[in-house]
T-cell receptor
Framework: GNSVTQMEGPVTLSEEAFLTINCTYT??????LFWYVQYPGEGLQLLLK?????DKGSNKGFEATYRKETTSFHLEKGSVQVSDSAVYFC????????????FGKGTKLTVNP | EPEVTQTPSHQVTQMGQEVILRCVPI?????FYWYRQILGQKVEFLVS????????KSEIFDDQFSVERPDGSNFTLKIRSTKLEDSAMYFC???????????????????FGEGSRLTVL
């Protein structure tokens, strides 16, 4: 099955700073890739996704590009806000079977004013 | 917007007791999952369910766990005899639209409920 390695946190940034959270995966074939976000006390919400190589997913100022060569899907945002404080999870999707997501350990982001 | 709903939001139980967590999937979704998250740790896959049977389960999903969809709507996770280490947040997730007409289609992403927090004392 798939596996994922995600940058360890926690990450603490000041408002308007640049954010990068690294994510690399191992998989058979070319899985769809996802970033989910978990705000304090809440469930998991889809942030963005990419379904094939070189696709760029984007949402709320966040971006991630599906890099087949490096098996990576790094999350970036040019200018973070306090409201971006959350835990971010990278997840490739198993294909052809249960279609389950395999989550990384999560990266906790805290953005200070 | 359609959503996955879970009940209860929080349950406290004594060790050895049976617990049933319930999930109402998004209508017309075909794939169902349970995940758990021990406080502050990673989100772990437990089981997937498709076409009224388990399609995959993890090592965590031992004989103490079971899932069913008894009435075609609710999707339940039962823990037969809870242990202290079962304390966690349990998330239900669903995806996969029933294509009309034609085969099932999906947008890829899983839709998660808000979770059920289980505390075993």
């Amino acid at each position: 099955g798939n596996s994922v390695t995600q940058m360890e946190g926690p990450v603490t940034l000041s408002e308007e700073a640049f954010l990068t959270i690294n994510c690399t995966y191992t998989a058979t074939g070319y899985p769809s890739l996802f970033w989910y976000v978990q705000y304090p006390g809440e469930g998991l919400q889809l942030l963005l996704k990419a379904t094939k190589a070189d696709d760029k997913g984007s949402n709320k100022g966040f971006e991630a590009t599906y890099r087949k060569e490096t098996t990576s899907f790094h999350l970036e945002k040019g200018s973070v806000q306090v409201s971006d404080s959350a835990v971010y999870f990278c997840a490739p999707q198993d294909q052809g079977g249960s279609e389950k997501l395999v989550f990384g350990k999560g990266t906790k982001l805290t953005v200070n004013p | 917007e359609p959503e996955v709903t879970q009940t209860p939001s929080h349950q406290v139980t004594q060790m050895g007791q049976e617990v049933i967590l319930r999930c109402v999937p998004i209508s017309n979704h075909l794939y169902f999952y349970w995940y758990r998250q021990i406080l502050g740790q990673k989100v772990e896959f437990l089981v997937s369910f498709y076409n009224n049977e388990i399609s995959e389960k993890s090592e965590i999903f031992d004989d103490q766990f079971s899932v069913e969809r008894p009435d075609g709507s609710n999707f339940t996770l039962k823990i037969r005899s809870t242990k202290l280490e079962d304390s966690a947040m349990y998330f239900c997730a669903t995806f996969g639209h029933r294509g009309l007409p034609g085969p099932p289609t999906n947008t890829g992403e899983l839709f998660f409920g808000e979770g059920s927090r289980l505390t075993v004392l």
